[in-house]
Every structure is written in structure tokens, then in C-alpha cells.
């Protein structure tokens, strides 16, 4: 997953998550929440570098139809009117994948840390988990021609992705509270890509034990990855 584990400390990074439940940081167990005091107090510390990422949801837009003007019409009618209420929208080029991330950001929450660490770089959480998916598909896609579909949970939200070879075939994140809502999206999303379970992949990032246990019952190729 992006920036998680004991490598960001080591290389003295620090990375910090925002979501409309607060403040999240990173530290050797992983991702720990903390309020905003707390990370007053933690940002008081000298670091080579520091990454705020959204953990709002995330929508991604073929590059070659991206225009500027339209990105809020599309950001709301993917999550709704009151989606970007108190935010501010974002956007991301992935050039390896010709897509854009577009993900809103709490201003006050940009305004906190530009205000310790100027140079802090902001990037949404779920293009950097999509980035990750690409990465491990750049092997994948050598050993089998394949589909492969990703799901990863985080919070109340899940995101899915898929590649078919290295081309990215769909992307998304979806408001999913419950392991049923999870198990919903993740199998219509492979039933909508026609994926096939004799031969294609989905892989499960994280420790949803839940759903992989439902995930189990429908896909035979289930793989998860920590």
C-alpha cells in the first residue's frame, strides 16, 4: 500500500492522511488517527519530507477527455451535490496510466500543514493505491494475459480497480460502511467487466477478513495482499 510501513520513518518521511474523519499519520505499526492537537505536536518534529494525502473519494478520468471546466460537474455527479461541501477539488496526473485522479481536499486541513511544512506535497491516497495496483501488475502482466481486478477497503470506503494486461480497465472508490456493501460492490464491479473466475485475479489489499471470506465463496482466484 502507498506509504505505509516502517520505510517512510526510516527515510524520514512523513506522510499524512485527511479524510472527513480527521488526521491520520504514519509510523512503524502503520496508520494511526489522531486529532488535530496531536498533530500540531507531531508536525513539530524535522522531517526530509512531507506528503498530506486526501482519503477522500476518488474518481478517474481518461486523460484525453479531461478538461478543466468540466471536473466539479463530474466529481458531483459521481458522488452527489453535498460531495464537495467545505472542499476543495483537486486534481492528479498518472501519466503511466493516461488517467486523472480528481479528489477534494479540506482547505483548513492544507492550510494547517502548508503552515509548518511549505513544501508539503499533496497527492490523493487513492491515485497513489492505484499506482501501487500498477506496479504490481507491471509483473503480473508478464507471467499471465490475464484480468486482474483490485479491491482494497479503507474506512467506509472501498476501492476497486482493474487492468487487463497493463492497461487500466476501470477504477473507482465507493461508499461501503458494511462487509455487505463491500461484497456488492466488489462482485458487480468483476461482474460488470466480465471478468471471468476460471482464469482472472482478484486481488485483496489489506486485512478485511471479513471479506475475504465472502470474496471467497464467488471468486476460486482470490489472492491477498498485506
Not at 461508499?175 to 485475479?201: I, M, N, P, V
Request: aromatic share 12%.
Amino acid at each position: 500500500m502507498p506509504a505505509t510501513g516502517s520505510k517512510s520513518l526510516v527515510d524520514n518521511i512523513l506522510s499524512i492522511r485527511i479524510s472527513a474523519d480527521g488526521f491520520s499519520f504514519c509510523d512503524l505499526q502503520g496508520w494511526k488517527h489522531v486529532d488535530e492537537r496531536e498533530l500540531r505536536k507531531l508536525l513539530k518534529a524535522d522531517y526530509r519530507q512531507v506528503r498530506l494525502l486526501s482519503d477522500y473519494p476518488s474518481t478517474f478520468i481518461p486523460l484525453d477527455e479531461y478538461r478543466t471546466e468540466h471536473e466539479e460537474v463530474i466529481y458531483r455527479l459521481t458522488f452527489g451535490d453535498d460531495s464537495l461541501k467545505g472542499l476543495s477539488l483537486c486534481h492528479e496526473a498518472l501519466p503511466p496510466l493516461d488517467v486523472v485522479a480528481l479528489y477534494p481536499l479540506s482547505p483548513e486541513a492544507r492550510d494547517t500543514v502548508l503552515s509548518l511544512f511549505p513544501d508539503v506535497t499533496v497527492q490523493g491516497f487513492y491515485a497513489q493505491t492505484l499506482l501501487y495496483c500498477y506496479s504490481n501488475e507491471r509483473s503480473e502482466a508478464k507471467a499471465s494475459q490475464a484480468s486482474r481486478l483490485y479491491v482494497s477497503t479503507e474506512g467506509s470506503l472501498l476501492f476497486v480497480c482493474a487492468f487487463n494486461g497493463q492497461t487500466l480497465s476501470f477504477a473507482n472508490t465507493f461508499s461501503a460502511r458494511g462487509t455487505a456493501d463491500r461484497l456488492y460492490f466488489a462482485l458487480s464491479s468483476w461482474r460488470q467487466l466480465r471478468l471471468d473466475e476460471k482464469k482472472d485475479t482478484l486481488f485483496l489489499l489489506g486485512k478485511d477478513n471479513e471479506l475475504r471470506e465472502g470474496l471467497q465463496r464467488f471468486i476460486p482466484n482470490l489472492r491477498c495482499v498485506s
